[in-house]
């Protein structure tokens, strides 16, 4: 009786062993992708700001 009991506690701390695992990779890849769009958003905030910049410096220069 004794094994069988510990048996069911074994299995039972390896499915929550497991499901802790699979919530940190989870968060791992969540964080992962925040970092990826993050850089993505400032490259393209960077890019607009250029764009933007020269297209001011072109009507600037035109109205001269």
């Known amino acids: 009786m ?3 009991k510990n ?3 074994s299995k ?3 499915a ?3 499901r ?3 919530l940190k990779r989870h968060e791992m890849e969540q964080r992962e992708d925040q ?3 993050d850089f ?3 490259v393209l ?3 607009v700001a250029v764009i933007v910049g020269i297209g001011y410096q072109i009507y600037i220069l035109g109205a001269l």
């Open 20 to 22: 802790y695992l699979a």
């Open 35 to 37: 970092k990826m769009n």
């Open 12 to 14: 039972r701390a390896q």
């Open 16 to 18: 929550r062993a497991a």
């Open 40 to 42: 993505t958003m400032f």
């Open 2 to 4: 004794n094994k069988i």
């Open 45 to 47: 905030g960077v890019a």
């Open 7 to 9: 048996d069911i506690l």
